[in-house]
T-cell receptor, first 114, second 116 residues
Framework: DQQVKQNSPSLSVQEGRISILNCDYT??????FLWYKKYPAEGPTFLIS?????DKNEDGRFTVFLNKSAKHLSLHIVPSQPGDSAVYFC?????????????FGKGTLLTVNP | NAGVMQNPRHLVRRRGQEARLRCSPM?????VYWYRQLPEEGLKFMVY????????ESGMPKERFSAEFPKEGPSILRIQQVVRGDSAAYFC??????????????FGPGTRLTVL
């Protein structure tokens, strides 16, 4: 049973345009949502997070949107740069006793073309 | 300040052998987490350890897998009698004392285990 779904395995975007990565979740207990970025042969690196009490969080070129009623999370990258090409994982967690457990999606490979 | 170190980066074992994966957390970090990424899957939580203690091993397979984080030295993930289904990338993450929080988990580069 997949609790976190990233339905697009890949996405290709032109440099300078917007990249939109999507994620759906099924467990309403999640109350923190995160995006990680992963380059080949490296571990995931934290990118941005959002609490369930918010619907938007912005950090530079990266904005995460949360739609709780739809159980949907998205990451917007504007403008996209070739260095953004990587696999992006959405992850969810609890703020309670097991707040160290992250549940990851399968990832979306983003390719930004020059 | 060096990041989380994992070795070996690549490990090849034959079925029935033992695999030992090592993780040295970031300096000053006393919390270690192990995740496994099977092919075409996301990372899945396996175990959370503090120095000399296993806090949560709910994601560990019931048999053949064990983890430790001794007072001195790296954390070790040990897989006995490996099978082909154990082939995966194993990631270690660490966080500072007093956190135990996903927001402060720093990941290592992973160990890619291949079982022949």
């Amino acid at each position: 049973d997949q609790q976190v779904k990233q339905n697009s395995p890949s996405l290709s975007v032109q440099e300078g345009r917007i990249s939109i990565l999507n994620c759906d979740y099924t467990n309403s207990m999640f109350d923190y949502f995160l995006w990680y970025k992963k380059y080949p042969a490296e571990g995931p690196t934290f990118l941005i997070s959002i609490s369930s009490i918010k619907d938007k969080n912005e950090d530079g070129r990266f904005t995460v949107f949360l739609n709780k009623s739809a159980k949907h999370l998205s990451l917007h990258i504007v403008p996209s740069q070739p260095g953004d090409s990587a696999v992006y994982f959405c992850a969810e967690g609890y703020s309670g006793g097991s707040n160290y457990k992250l549940t990851f999606g399968k990832g979306t490979l983003l390719t930004v073309n020059p | 300040n060096a990041g989380v170190m994992q070795n070996p980066r690549h490990l090849v074992r034959r079925r029935g052998q033992e695999a030992r994966l090592r993780c040295s957390p970031m300096k000053g970090h006393s919390h270690v987490y192990w995740y496994r990424q099977l092919p075409e899957e996301g990372l899945k939580f396996m175990v959370y350890l503090q120095k000399e203690n296993i806090i949560d091993e709910s994601g560990m397979p019931k048999e053949r897998f064990s983890a430790e984080f001794p007072k001195e030295g790296p954390s070790i993930l040990r897989i006995q009698q490996v099978v082909r289904g154990d082939s995966a990338a194993y990631f270690c993450a660490s966080s500072p004392p007093g956190s135990g929080s996903y927001n402060e988990q720093f990941f290592g580069p992973g160990t890619r285990l291949t079982v022949l």
